[in-house]
């Protein structure tokens, strides 16, 4: 349950946006907080694994590997920094509630024919509603990009890469795949 706490805090994330682009600090700028974020997380990390550290949430297999909150951090810190603020957006907050909700899904003994729908009408309703928000695409074209987004991240976290953790991929592939939509739309 803290593992899925810590994951929904990720929903809070789109917030950064609310930050001026330059800080009332000279010369420190919203990326620069972004940055320093990253480089922080990655140094305990790097720190961690050195040490050999666990702590609660953390998963066993993690010990002596890149931990999934590494991964998460780097995926929040390129949708934050590179991709369009709407589409950022959506896919940040449904990944940090669709994550926990498939996997909690997968672990129930409900059949697949019914978890698999059940994250993909997640993932599309929670984007769309975060997206249409903060943007100002049409509603088509956000219905678009929310079909796109949930075909492509409800695999991406439940099938494991071995190298690359869901938490990553789940923010990275579906916001590829609605920018480059995008451009087409």
């Known amino acids: 349950m803290v593992r899925r706490g810590m994951h929904a805090?990720?929903?809070?994330t789109p917030l950064y946006f609310a930050l001026p682009v330059e800080l009332s600090v000279e010369p420190l700028r919203r990326w620069m907080l972004l940055m320093g974020f990253?480089?922080?997380?990655?140094?305990?990390?790097?720190?961690?694994?050195?040490?050999?550290?666990t702590f609660l949430g953390l998963r066993p297999h993690e010990k002596y590997q890149i931990a999934s909150f590494a991964w998460a951090?780097?995926?929040?810190?390129?949708?934050?920094?590179?991709?369009?603020?709407d589409i950022a957006s959506g896919a940040l907050?449904?990944?940090?509630?669709?994550?926990?909700?498939?996997?909690?899904?997968?672990?129930?003994?409900i059949k697949d024919t019914v978890t698999v729908p059940v994250a993909l009408a997640a993932y599309f309703a929670l984007f769309f509603v975060i997206s249409a928000?903060?943007?100002?695409?049409?509603?088509?074209?956000?219905?678009?990009?929310?079909?796109?987004?949930?075909?492509?991240?409800?695999?991406s976290e439940r099938f494991k890469v071995r190298y690359v953790d869901d938490d990553f991929l789940m923010l990275v592939l579906p916001a590829l795949a609605m920018t480059g939509l995008s451009y087409l739309l």
């Open 73 to 85: 951090a780097a995926g929040v810190t390129l949708l934050l920094w590179l991709f369009p603020e």
């Open 133 to 155: 928000f903060m943007g100002d695409r049409g509603l088509v074209v956000y219905m678009a990009l929310a079909a796109v987004g949930s075909v492509v991240a409800v695999p």
């Open 9 to 12: 805090l990720i929903a809070l």
């Open 93 to 109: 907050v449904a990944m940090a509630l669709v994550d926990p909700l498939a996997g909690e899904l997968r672990g129930s003994k």
């Open 38 to 53: 990253f480089i922080g997380v990655c140094v305990f990390e790097v720190f961690r694994l050195w040490k050999g550290v």
